[in-house]
């Protein structure tokens, strides 16, 4: 009789919990389909939890054109995500003792006008060091299909005046985030695009992600998308504009392996990672909520780390709670279309 309530509960206990992953999956499905149509500019779905894959699908098309369906292993300009990896890559310099965190930029680009202001490395991380954001200037049409060198682009916008002191205000800027690839190409010796290669991508086995390039054969490239009352191919971006602050391409289960490596502190030690994810603050005390390539936030009372990414034809969106090791990332072909919300509903559903 008790080894047959024994295997009646292990059997109940089984079915259940068929039951609610396929409920799960339901849900998950129900929160896509509704934004994201068969027969339009798709995206791809991966979700994670305790580190063991839960979800990862494809919906709608990758080519338009030629009519292909959109596949999970397909790969996506990636936008702002990219930002993680340069912040990753000045702590690798810096534990390496190539840099310190505190460095004034000056130290590195010696006619940078900073007008007296005190511009560090931390700041330019930290989206508070006042430089104007590049891609608010309306002259930015004149460049964005030009191929640039970092030097001409930080050239571009660096006699603009500051929007604020250093420290004061917590502001997005893609310009710091330029400067900072600029002065990993000054420190390293390597371009941006042979470093995160080298020293990441190649490190970690991140074999279909790659810096952005509108020459190179690109297995499983998709397509991207706008919508301009019906669906027209994007425009045209050089991608040394978006440069380290948005010019990488990657695949979800890429990004998965990103986040697992540096969970497993493969890339940076465990005090290096820490400061990546400290909730930084404002001269006056102030968090910012943010701390170097990733937004802290709270979902459930628990800390999230999560970016998104938008770059002409894209957007991307990916979400990590540590506790519960969730790992979302949503990744779109329509500029049009952001995985966004969905990306974190999917997340909020999973985080107990």
């Known amino acids: 009789m008790k080894t047959f309530l024994k295997s009646f509960i292990v059997l ?10 396929q409920n799960l ?13 068969p027969e339009n500019p798709g995206a791809v779905f991966l979700a994670v939890k305790n580190g063991k894959v839960i979800y990862r699908k494809a919906f709608g098309m990758a080519d338009l054109e030629m009519n292909v369906k959109m596949k999970p292993e397909f790969v996506f300009e990636i936008g702002s995500m990219t930002k993680q990896f340069t912040a990753v890559s000045i702590l690798m310099l810096a534990e390496q003792g190539k840099l310190k965190l ?26 508070t060091s006042g430089i104007k954001d590049f891609t608010s200037m309306k002259s930015i049409k004149d460049i964005a299909r030009r191929d640039l060198t970092p030097k001409e682009l930080v050239d571009f916008f660096k006699n603009e005046p500051i929007d604020f002191k250093p420290g004061e205000q917590y502001k997005y800027c893609n310009s710091g985030y330029v400067l900072l690839g600029y002065i990993i190409e000054m420190v390293s010796g390597q371009t941006y695009e042979e470093f995160i290669t080298q020293n990441i991508f190649k490190k970690i086995g ?28 994007t425009n045209y971006i050089s991608f040394s504009i978006p440069y380290a602050s948005g010019s990488i391409m990657s695949t979800v289960d890429d990004l998965l392996k990103w986040q697992n490596a540096i969970n497993a502190n493969i890339v940076l030690s465990p005090v290096y990672t820490e400061k990546a994810f400290t909730n930084y603050k404002l001269n006056n005390g102030t968090h910012i909520d943010y701390g170097y390539g990733w937004h802290l936030e709270k979902v459930k009372n628990k800390t999230i780390r999560e970016h998104g990414g938008s770059i002409f034809g894209f957007k991307s969106m990916g979400v990590y709670e540590p506790i519960e090791q969730i790992y979302v990332v949503g990744l779109s072909n329509c500029e049009c279309n952001s995985p966004t919300t969905i990306t974190k509903d999917i997340a909020t559903l999973l985080i107990d």
Do not use: C, W
């Open 12 to 21: 109940f206990i089984m079915a259940f919990s068929g039951l609610s992953a």
């Open 206 to 233: 991140m074999q279909n992600s790659y810096y952005a390039s509108h020459d190179k054969i690109i297995k499983n490239r998709v397509s991207g998308y706008r919508d301009r009352n019906g669906y027209v191919n």
């Open 25 to 37: 999956e339901t849900k998950i499905d129900s929160l896509i389909t509704s934004k994201f149509k």
């Open 102 to 127: 505190d460095d004034e930029i000056t130290k590195f680009i010696s006619d940078y006008p900073t007008n007296g202001n005190r511009i560090t490395l931390h700041h330019l991380l930290t989206h």
